[in-house]
């Protein structure tokens, strides 16, 4: 199936590492242009040389998203490659466990700074840029809003938020024929998870632990299994799907716990 992505221009944050790199490699793959967003420059930095190596376009704004400004900069800075912006991926966030009893208010703010804030002022300022390209928006969330997780309050709501959010938005835009959607990954193998893993005394045991949980496979979600869901919700090929949760989980948050 052609995705119909060739030539658009698709801002997405957190696009370095993880799912967010898997993401701008296949628009990269598709002849889109992805604008990374990035705090991590030397990742953001090895990508964008290995994607001019092998032709494909692609652009960088370094940028904390948490940074006042910082935002909107990203967003000008993305309209000033190619004049247009025909999708946003608000993807960046940090698992980062304020919990309700130890965590402060002040702590659960900075949570929400991290994970959810920056997705509102993202879709704000392209706002008018996505309007003119009738243009998608895709939010990335985590089973954790669905399911809880226990002592991550700040993350819980962020990304309850984002899935609240994706149905506002929908409906805030379906008459700009702007579509918005979400996808909810679960377990995905990326540097955050594999970092998370580290933590525990044997982090082989408690990865074994995990994926004998998940249904399809008993296996971890690979970031280009998101990255194809993600890219499907961009492109035109699901030109009448808006205000959906797409959960690429191999089944983890909605499958019978008797068979697994
Ligand atoms: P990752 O491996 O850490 O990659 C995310 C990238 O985004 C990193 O380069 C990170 O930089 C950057 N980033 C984070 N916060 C940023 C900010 N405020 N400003 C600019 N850049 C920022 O993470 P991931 O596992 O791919 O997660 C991506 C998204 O998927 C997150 O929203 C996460 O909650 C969600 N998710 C992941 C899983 C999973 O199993 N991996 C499951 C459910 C949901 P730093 O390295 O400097 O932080």
């Known amino acids: 199936m052609d995705l119909d992505l060739k030539d658009r221009t698709v801002l997405v944050t957190g696009g370095a590492k993880g799912i967010g790199e898997a993401v701008t490699r296949a ?6 242009l992805p604008v990374v967003v990035d705090r991590d ?15 494909a376009r692609s652009a960088l704004v370094v940028a904390d998203l948490m940074e006042p400004g910082a935002c909107r900069r990203a967003v000008e800075e993305a309209l000033g490659v190619t004049g247009r912006l025909d999708a946003v991926v608000n993807n960046a966030g940090v698992n980062d466990r304020v919990s309700l ?18 997705y509102f002022e993202i879709a704000q300022y392209a706002l008018p840029a996505l309007k003119e390209t009738r243009g998608a928006i895709v939010n990335v969330s ?11 309050s700040g993350y819980a709501a962020s990304k309850g938020g984002i899935l609240a959010l994706t149905r506002e938005w929908a409906v805030d835009l379906a008459p700009a024929g702007v579509r918005v959607n979400a996808v909810v990954p679960a ?13 525990f005394p044997d982090p082989d045991e408690k990865l074994a632990d995990i994926v004998r949980r998940v249904p399809l496979g008993r296996r971890m979600t690979t970031p280009e299994e998101i990255a194809a869901v993600v890219l499907f919700l961009l492109s035109p090929r699901s030109g009448h799907t808006t205000g959906q949760y797409l959960f690429a ?3 983890y948050v909605h499958l019978d716990r008797a068979i697994t």
């Open 41 to 55: 420059r030397e990742a953001g930095e090895a990508l964008r040389t290995e994607l001019d190596a092998s032709g």
């Open 101 to 118: 009893e130890e965590g402060t208010v002040e702590d659960f703010v900075r949570s929400l700074r991290r994970n959810l804030i920056h």
């Open 187 to 199: 377990e995905v193998m990326t540097p955050l998870y594999r970092q998370w893993l580290g933590t």
């Open 142 to 152: 985590s089973k954790v809003a669905m399911t809880g997780q226990g002592g991550t």
């Open 27 to 32: 628009l990269a793959a598709e002849g889109a």
């Open 249 to 251: 989980d191999g089944g």
